[in-house]
C-alpha cells in the first residue's frame, strides 16, 4: 500500500511557474517509479513526466523543454518544476508512484493547476 500526497497546485498567470510535490508513504518497491499525469476537462488522463529512482526520465513532448522532473529518493518525494507555463497546462495534476515502468500504478488525489491567459 502506497500513500501519495500532492501540494503546490494553484492559479498562475500564464508564463509563471509552479512547482508541485508529492510526499509518499508506504511499500517502497512501489515507489521504483514516480511521476506525474494531468487530466484536463473533457479529456483523458495524459502523461506529464515520470523518474526512475536512478533518475531516468520520459517526459510528454508537451512539456519538454518547460517542466521538470526530480527526485529526493531520501524523503521519497517527487517535485514537478513547471515553466513558462501556458493555458493549456491547466488540469488535475495526479501524482503516481509504481514498482516498474509498466506496472499498475498508486495514484494521489490530484492538485488543481490552473493557467490564466
Known amino acids: 500500500q502506497v500513500q501519495l500526497v500532492e501540494s503546490g497546485g494553484g492559479l498562475v498567470q500564464a508564463g509563471g511557474s509552479l512547482r508541485l510535490s508529492c510526499a509518499a508513504s508506504g511499500s517502497i518497491f512501489r515507489l521504483n517509479v514516480m511521476g506525474w499525469y494531468r487530466q484536463a476537462p473533457g479529456k483523458q488522463r495524459e502523461l506529464v513526466a515520470v523518474?526512475?529512482?536512478?533518475?531516468?526520465?520520459n517526459y510528454a513532448d508537451s512539456v519538454k523543454g518547460r517542466f521538470t522532473i526530480s527526485r529526493d529518493n531520501g524523503k521519497n518525494t517527487v517535485y514537478l518544476q513547471m515553466n513558462s507555463l501556458k493555458p493549456e497546462d491547466t488540469a488535475v495534476y495526479y501524482c503516481?508512484?509504481?514498482?516498474?515502468?509498466?506496472?499498475?500504478?498508486?495514484w494521489g488525489q490530484g492538485t488543481q493547476v490552473t493557467v490564466s491567459s
Open positions: 503516481i508512484s509504481r514498482s516498474t515502468w509498466e506496472a499498475i500504478g498508486d
Open positions: 523518474i526512475s529512482r536512478g533518475g531516468s526520465t
